[in-house]
C-alpha cells in the first residue's frame, strides 16, 4: 500500500476551497495526509478549512504569508510521504485522480507523475479560452509537461530540483520545475486520465491578466529554450507574436508610400480566420469559435504587454 502525501496551497479561495477538499476526501484511493499552506488569506477560507480539520482526519493546515512556491515548498518539507500528489485551489478532483496518478510509483522507475485537466466552463466564451489557456486533450502528447493543478513527484526529485522557485511572484513556477526536471534528466510518467477540473475565467479581463502574468513570468524566469518544447518554448513565441505586429506596423507605414495595404489587410483577414479555425477545430460549433478571433488578439496583446514588462522587471 503506497501511502501518499497531498499538499495544496491556498489565498483567499472561500468560494472553492471547499469543493476541493470535498472532492479530495471522496477520493478512491485515500491520501495519508492532507497538507494545506495558507497563504495569508483575508476571507474565510482558513475557517472553511479549519471546519474540514474538525469533520475529517488527517488534513494539517499551516498559515504563511508567502508566495506560492514557497507554500508548495513548505508543504512537501512538512510532508512524511516519498510521493507527494498537488493540485490547486480553484480546482476540483474526479474521484480516481489520485488513484491514477500515484499509479505509476507503483510499477515504474517514476520521478515526476504528470496528471492532466479539463477546462471547464457554463459559456461558450469559456468554452474558447481553453484553447488559448491550456492543453487540449487532442494536443495531449509525449511531450506534455504537468501544472501543479495536477501532478505528483517523489521527493527524492524535488530535492534534486531544489524545490519550486521562490524568488519570483506567483506564476509560472511550475514551469521553472518541469524546465529544472527536464535538463536533469528526471523521468516523467504521462497520465491522462489524472484529471482535475479546472474552472476557465468568466470574464476577458480575467483571461487578459492570466495571459498576461504567464507571460511576464515566463520571461523573468528566464527560460529561453526548453529542451522539450524547444520553438514552442513560452519566450520563443512570445517573440513571434511581437513580430507578427511589427510586420504589420511596417506593413502599414509603407502603405503611406507603398500600395502595401491590400497586403496587410489580407494578412489580418487570414489571420482572423485563422484564429476561428483553431477554436472550431476543437469544438466543432461556430458560435463557439466566433470568439476565436477576439480571444486571439485579447491574449496577443496580453502576451506582447506581459513579455516586455518581464524584460523591463515590471
Known amino acids: 500500500q503506497m501511502n501518499i502525501s497531498l499538499c495544496i496551497t491556498t489565498f483567499n479561495e472561500e468560494g472553492t476551497v471547499a469543493a476541493l477538499l470535498d472532492s479530495l476526501i471522496n477520493q478512491s484511493k485515500k491520501a495519508d495526509e492532507i497538507i494545506v499552506v495558507d497563504g495569508g488569506s483575508t476571507d474565510k477560507t482558513v475557517e472553511i478549512i479549519i471546519?474540514?480539520?474538525k469533520r475529517f482526519g488527517g488534513i494539517k493546515l499551516l498559515k504563511e504569508k508567502c508566495t506560492r512556491a514557497k507554500g508548495r515548498n513548505l508543504g512537501v518539507e512538512l510532508a512524511k510521504n516519498d510521493v507527494i500528489a498537488i493540485t490547486d485551489a480553484g480546482c476540483f478532483a474526479d474521484r480516481d485522480w489520485l488513484k491514477n496518478i500515484s499509479a505509476p510509483f507503483a510499477t515504474n522507475k517514476v520521478d515526476i507523475s504528470a496528471g492532466f485537466y479539463r477546462m471547464v466552463g457554463d459559456t461558450r466564451f469559456q468554452k474558447a479560452e481553453s484553447v488559448f489557456l491550456g492543453v487540449t486533450p487532442r494536443k495531449f502528447n509525449i511531450n506534455f509537461l504537468p501544472s501543479t493543478r495536477s501532478m505528483a513527484f517523489r521527493k527524492s526529485a524535488w530535492e534534486e530540483i531544489g524545490g519550486f522557485?521562490?524568488?519570483k511572484g506567483n506564476s509560472a513556477e511550475d514551469t521553472d520545475f518541469n524546465y529544472k526536471?527536464?535538463?536533469?534528466?528526471?523521468k516523467y510518467a504521462r497520465v491522462k486520465n489524472a484529471i482535475v477540473e479546472w474552472g476557465m475565467p468568466e470574464t476577458l479581463s480575467e483571461f487578459f491578466q492570466?495571459?498576461?502574468?504567464?507571460?511576464k513570468w515566463d520571461v523573468?524566469?528566464?527560460i529561453w529554450w526548453h529542451p522539450s518544447q524547444r520553438l514552442a518554448s513560452h519566450n520563443i513565441k512570445a517573440v513571434l507574436?511581437?513580430?507578427?505586429?511589427l510586420l504589420g506596423l511596417v506593413l502599414?507605414?509603407?502603405?503611406?508610400?507603398?500600395?502595401?495595404l491590400p497586403y496587410l489587410l489580407i494578412l489580418?483577414?487570414?489571420?482572423?480566420?485563422?484564429?476561428?479555425?483553431?477554436?472550431?477545430?476543437?469544438?466543432?460549433?461556430?458560435?463557439?469559435?466566433?470568439w476565436g478571433p477576439v480571444l486571439q488578439i485579447a491574449s496577443d496583446i496580453a502576451v506582447m504587454s506581459g513579455f516586455i514588462s518581464g524584460i523591463l522587471g515590471g
Open 181 to 186: 526536471a527536464v535538463k536533469l534528466g528526471l
Open 220 to 222: 523573468q524566469y528566464g
Open 210 to 215: 492570466k495571459i498576461q502574468a504567464y507571460a
Open 51 to 53: 471546519h474540514y480539520q
Open 241 to 245: 507574436v511581437l513580430n507578427r505586429y
Open 268 to 290: 489580418i483577414f487570414a489571420y482572423l480566420i485563422w484564429s476561428f479555425r483553431k477554436v472550431y477545430i476543437e469544438f466543432g460549433d461556430i458560435r463557439i469559435a466566433l
Open 165 to 167: 522557485p521562490e524568488g
Open 252 to 260: 502599414l507605414v509603407l502603405s503611406f508610400k507603398y500600395i502595401t
